[in-house]
Each structure stands twice: as structure tokens, then as C-alpha cells.
């Protein structure tokens, strides 16, 4: 019934178990449709404001918050989320984590998990980008559940690292899904929406983050308007076309010469780059790669020899001061590099090229990058 002192909807429904999922919320919102009511159980909300519980922990997942924050009210002045805490990662310094850093600023209440007291007094959980997975008995707790702000097109790049591997491979079409989240696995949940993306030409994994966590906030602001009839008309992930996005690390970042090709390097180093430098070895040294050159400006080498064109063959083109190198389908370059110290592709060349041409004049303008094979590197696996 409606509460005009209070300027609310509510209704009064059982605590009803007896379905998979969350069977109380469909039951509530039955009941609501047949103008029904009865006054013996627990009451859940089938309407704005929300109480809602927010777990998220980086950048991504703070301008989501932000969002929520800023728009605690409905167009038409009533309220869209009346309770509004966070639950993140304990941390000694508040500026390492993006979500908890915001929060506090903006006065809003901070649990650090897995420190959690009951939640039953939130109508619904939202977790964006938080790493852990949560409890059946924590998911049970909220009426609606928990939500899950996804940046992909589930059941595409389920996993940690969606955005990295979007680039990574390709991908033309991004997107984000709004889901309900299942306890102990992760992304496999049931769709409430999800909408496409166009990914920008040579747009970095930074840049493709904040478009699709600017678009996913709207969505979930839509969802929240309407929650009930989003959760009745869920429906489940295709079993085709799954593939999976594990979390990036420094194995990925080794530069196989003989394997990519200049545009897989050219995504690779605008997936990673300003998070891990590409990197590769010299003599067996390691060298970080920075500053790659775009596809279109790289200068035009002819090779004299066969020899050139062997993978990681390098080579100082002064007109340019770039540092180009070989690799499986053409030259990629580079302006500066760091090997014990950050060179520029000129230092690098006076420093390590060229008296290694002049210690070698039977091998001259043979000198190569090796190619290191971790035992770890991205895994390209689809279902």
C-alpha cells in the first residue's frame, strides 16, 4: 500500500523459501499486482527508495558509486535510493583504494569486509569490480539479492579482466551487463539488462573503462527504477560463445617476437601498457619497452639483409630516433626503453647497439631482442 506520510511503497509478504533464487521478491511483487496484502511476515519493499549495500574496491567500480551517490532522487523528487553504505577492502591508507577514498570523503558508511554484521536491513547488494567471491548466506540475506555491474557481454569475458581482454583480442563491439550474482562462481548469473558498446579506435583499456563505467551506472540507475520487474523478467546466460578473461599479470607483458604481429602488439601495449610495460630481453637482460609508435607513424625500413628480418632484430632509425624492431608480420618501434635506466632509443643505441656492431663486425646489424616464454601467458580460451 502507499504511505503518503512517509511518501513510500511497501507491501507485506512472507518470508518464502520454498523456490530456487529469490522467491520472496517474486511472491511480493504477485501480490502487489493482485492489490493484495496481508500483515504477517517480513516486509520488502517493491518500490523505491532502496537501501542498498555497495561492495567495490577501484576506479571502476568508484565512479559507479559516485553515481549512485549523486542520484539518490528520481526525477520527479522522490527518492530512488534512500540508504547508501560500502563494503571494501580494509586498507591503512584510504587513498590506495578509490571506493574507500570516496566514501570517506563523502561521509558515507565504510564496512571493511569480511568484517560484515547482518545485512537484512538492505533491499538489495551491488557489487562492481570487487574480487571475492560472496556467501550464499550473504546473497540470501538481501530480498532482491545482489547485483553485479559486469563490463562485458556476458557470457563473454567472464572473469577479472573484461576491458584488458576486450582489447587484447580485438573486440569491435564491447558492452556491460547488469546481472544477479551465484555464490562461488563468478559471472554466471542470471541477465536483468545488458546493452553494446562501440569500442573506440585505439582507445586504451583506461579509456574504454571510463566510457563503459559511465554507461553501466546509467543502466543500473534504470534497473534500480523498476527493480522488481527487472528480477521477473531475468533471464539465464547462453551456453555459446563463453570465454574468459583471467586477471593480467606481468607473464603477459613478455614480448614474443616470433608469435605477434605488430596491430597484437599494438593492442597488447594499449590493454596493459600503463599498468605493466611491455618488455622483452637483451642478451639476457631485461628491457621495458616504452612509448610504442603508432602503426601508421612507423618509419619505412628496407632491409639489406635476410638477416634483418629475422624476429626481434633490431634497429636505431636516427631520422626518427625510434628503435625498431622486428617482429612476426613487420617493424614495431619504440622512443625509450629502460634497461637498469630509463634510455631513450638514441641512448639505447650508442649505449648497447653500437658497440656491440663494432665488437661483432662479422655480424653487423644483426642484433636481437630473445624472445621469453614464461610458463604463464594470456590465455586465449574459448567454449
Not at 576506479?59 to 535510493?81: E, W
Not at 557481454?153 to 547488469?178: K, Q, S, Y
Not at 521477473?232 to 604481429?261: L, R, Y
Request: hydrophobic share 40%; aromatic share 10%; net charge positive.
Amino acid at each position: 500500500m502507499w504511505n503518503a506520510r512517509a511518501g513510500r511503497a511497501w507491501t507485506w509478504t512472507w518470508a518464502w523459501a520454498a523456490a530456487p533464487g529469490f522467491p520472496r521478491v517474486r511472491w511480493a511483487v504477485k501480490r502487489l499486482l493482485s492489490a493484495s496484502s496481508s500483515v504477517d511476515g517480513l516486509r520488502i519493499r517493491v518500490a523505491p527508495p532502496w537501501r542498498i549495500l555497495f561492495f567495490g574496491t577501484d576506479a571502476f567500480a568508484q565512479r559507479t558509486l559516485q553515481k549512485l551517490h549523486g542520484c539518490r532522487s528520481l526525477d520527479d523528487g522522490k527518492l530512488l535510493i534512500e540508504q547508501l553504505e560500502v563494503v571494501t577492502l580494509p586498507t591503512t591508507k584510504s587513498d590506495k583504494l578509490p571506493v574507500r577514498k570516496y566514501a570517506k570523503l563523502n561521509q558515507i558508511s565504510i564496512h571493511n569486509w569480511p568484517c560484515l554484521t547482518e545485512c537484512n536491513q538492505f533491499d538489495v547488494g551491488i557489487v562492481v569490480s570487487f574480487g571475492a567471491l560472496l556467501s550464499d548466506a550473504l546473497i540470501q540475506q538481501f530480498p532482491y539479492g545482489i547485483l553485479n555491474l559486469h563490463p562485458s557481454l556476458l557470457p563473454r569475458w567472464r572473469g577479472p579482466a573484461p576491458i584488458f581482454h576486450t582489447l587484447i583480442h580485438g573486440d569491435r563491439m564491447a558492452g556491460v551487463t547488469i546481472m544477479q550474482i551465484r555464490p562461488k562462481r563468478f559471472d554466471v548469473g542470471p541477465i536483468l539488462m545488458q546493452q553494446e558498446c562501440p569500442v573506440p579506435p585505439r582507445c586504451t583499456s583506461g579509456e574504454l573503462g571510463v566510457i563503459l563505467a559511465e554507461k553501466g551506472a546509467e543502466m543500473l540507475l534504470s534497473v534500480l527504477k523498476s527493480l522488481p520487474e527487472h528480477i521477473e523478467n531475468k533471464w539465464e546466460q547462453s551456453k555459446d560463445g563463453i570465454t574468459f578473461a583471467p586477471k593480467i599479470t606481468v607473464a603477459d607483458s613478455w614480448v614474443n617476437w616470433e608469435e605477434q604481429t605488430v596491430e597484437e602488439l599494438d593492442r597488447l601495449n594499449r590493454a596493459i601498457g600503463s599498468r605493466v610495460l611491455l618488455r622483452t630481453l637483451w642478451m639476457g637482460k631485461t628491457v621495458k619497452l616504452m612509448d610504442l609508435v603508432d602503426v601508421e607513424e612507423i618509419p619505412d625500413f628496407q632491409a639489406d639483409t635476410q638477416e634483418q628480418l629475422i624476429p626481434g632484430t633490431a634497429h636505431f632509425h636516427k631520422e626518427s630516433n625510434i628503435l625498431l624492431i622486428r617482429c612476426k608480420n613487420g617493424w614495431t618501434g619504440f622512443k625509450r626503453v629502460v634497461l637498469k635506466k630509463l634510455l631513450s632509443a638514441a641512448d639505447f643505441y650508442n649505449g648497447y647497439l653500437h658497440p656491440y656492431y663494432q665488437r661483432s663486425p662479422a655480424h653487423q646489424n644483426v642484433a636481437r631482442f630473445q624472445t621469453c616464454t614464461p610458463k604463464t601467458r594470456i590465455n586465449k580460451m574459448s567454449k
